[in-house]
């Protein structure tokens, strides 16, 4: 489905952890087809912003008057949601690797990438006895894992991949319903210098073909030259939103994290030091 709504349409949105106000105020408006990269350090409220799309985290009432559409609506069903927006937190990685949801007491099961991206039709983790898996399920698998660069892995369990490999199969997962976008939580987290190369390689592949990519990072180099803007995040409230060649600059960079940053461009790609 395609609709031409804003991806994500945020008016004056906080939200508390706890006692925490993790999100101040946050208004912003992304396109579909859109790429932004949202950048800021640890405990500025990136994980909860994306909690707010997946509806861990809800606004909190009581702060002004603030409104929170994706895809032009406020109200959503959880899983249609995340079908809709291919989201691919750390925590999703995880637990597709174990085998094993937080939310269910299922049994741990080691799964293979084919039947990870399958799985992702049913929004479970993993493929159970009750799963009427049809024969184009498969091939879309097997498709969205070419596309992804490990159609060579697709009869391997995630246990015997590299994190890398793994990441790159859960982002299939989340292409199986053709989303409008991807949503990625630290996407090289822990990854080496060659998975990161390839993941992002992969990510870009996906930008070109027209999804809206939007990435929560706190590293300059995983900014793909696809994303042209990027929002920069802060205790909570959005502090910079803008072209990356005007925001992801020494100085700016040095205010957001508070420590001296200088920051070198090569090519079309950031890298801090
Ligand atoms: P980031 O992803 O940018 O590191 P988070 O969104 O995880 O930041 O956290 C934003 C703020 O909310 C931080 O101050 C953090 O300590 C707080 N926080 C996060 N999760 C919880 C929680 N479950 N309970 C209370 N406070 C939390």
Excluded at 88 to 94: I, K
Excluded at 147 to 166: I, K, P, W
């Amino acid at each position: 489905m395609r609709v031409s709504a804003p991806l994500l349409d945020y008016q004056n949105v906080s939200v508390y952890r706890g006692d925490t106000l993790a999100l101040d105020g946050v208004s912003l408006r992304v396109a579909v087809g859109e790429h932004v990269a949202i950048l800021g350090p640890n405990g500025c409220g990136k994980s909860t912003l994306i909690k707010t799309f997946t509806r861990e985290c809800y606004p909190a009432s009581g702060r002004g008057e603030s409104s929170l559409r994706i895809l032009g609506r406020q109200a959503w069903d959880v899983n249609e949601l995340r079908r809709m927006l291919g989201i691919v937190t750390n925590d999703l990685v995880d637990q597709c690797t174990r085998g094993m949801s937080s939310d269910f007491a299922e049994l741990p099961r080691r799964v293979t990438a084919r039947d990870t991206v399958i799985s992702g039709f049913f929004s479970s983790i993993g493929v159970w006895a009750h799963h009427d898996v049809t024969p184009a399920m498969r091939e879309t698998a097997d498709a969205l894992l070419a596309r992804l660069g490990v159609a060579h892995l697709a009869d391997r369990l995630l246990t015997q991949m590299s994190s890398g490999e793994v990441r790159r199969v859960v982002i299939a997962r989340a292409l199986v319903h053709d989303p409008s976008s991807l949503v990625l939580d630290e996407p090289t987290n822990s990854l080496d210098l060659r998975a990161m190369r390839d993941l992002r390689g992969a990510v870009r592949t996906i930008a070109q073909s027209g999804l809206s990519v939007v990435m929560v990072t706190h590293h300059l180099a995983d900014i793909i030259p696809e994303i042209a803007r990027v929002i920069l995040i802060k205790r909570g409230r959005v502090v910079d939103d803008g072209p990356k060649d005007a925001l992801l600059t020494s100085a700016r960079l040095t205010d957001l994290f508070e420590m001296p940053i200088e920051v070198v461009r090569r090519g079309d790609l950031y890298h801090a030091w």
